[in-house]
């Protein structure tokens, strides 16, 4: 285990401004942004996702990849950090007739509105203290959420993935590779609190032994 693997590639590219989201973007709307509230998920596109609804398009391409690499099957127990809304759950039942999925995210807002076809599967809590058994789940996901913790507290976050997870696990952080790649980041950046370089996660990784999966989120 521990590899670096992109099992989002084919998930669909949006064309991104990076100019124009710089400019838009003020300090105001990252604290607003890191409320995690309606006005992340459905309110300004400055502050947020402009508008956070559910297409198969985003997350049926992607499931196949996460199975293949898995072995996932009938009866497996699937948790999502940082779930949001259950769109991924909700296409990985779809698409995997009798997977178990359970969601867990800090919003509340998110909760509340998430897709009825997860209703009851998510609950509200906080990666770094996961409220499951030791090896509980088959693969745990998630996907852009590490990072909008603290440094310490992304170490706790990881941690807790490898304690509820029976070995396989799969995260995606922000991080950068050069000094042009850095500016972008940070550019881009609305939510995170800790982006550092891949090299530098690589290092964090051993020095909280983490042993999961896990790729990069680069604008």
């Not at 990849?65 to 999502?80: C, H, N, T, V, W």
């Not at 509105?113 to 509200?124: Q, S």
């Amino acid at each position: 285990m521990k590899k670096e693997i992109d099992l989002l590639a084919k998930y669909p590219k949006t064309p991104r401004d990076l100019t124009k989201r710089l400019a838009d973007k003020t300090e105001e709307d990252r604290e607003i942004a890191r409320m995690f509230d309606i006005r992340f998920f459905d309110g300004l596109r400055s502050q947020g996702y402009g508008g956070f609804n559910y297409s198969p398009r985003f997350w049926t391409p992607v499931v196949p990849d996460f199975q293949k690499e898995y072995g996932l099957k009938s009866g497996m127990k699937i948790l999502d950090v940082g779930c949001a809304k259950g769109f991924m759950l909700y296409d990985f039942e779809q698409l995997i007739p009798g997977v178990q999925t359970t969601g867990v995210d800090i919003s509340e807002y998110a909760i509340q509105n998430a897709h009825p076809g997860v209703e009851g599967k998510l609950i509200v809590a906080n990666a770094k203290e996961l409220p499951f058994e030791d090896g509980e789940f088959d693969l745990v996901i998630a996907i852009n959420t590490i990072h909008n913790l603290e440094f310490d507290e992304c170490a706790q976050a990881l941690r807790e993935i490898e304690r509820v997870s029976k070995g396989n696990s799969f995260v995606v952080l922000d991080a950068y590779r050069t000094e042009e790649e850095k500016e972008r980041m940070f550019a881009w950046n609305l939510t995170g609190k800790t982006i550092l370089s891949v090299d530098s996660w690589r290092k964090f990784f051993e020095d909280n032994s983490y042993t999961g999966d896990y790729f990069w989120f680069m604008p």
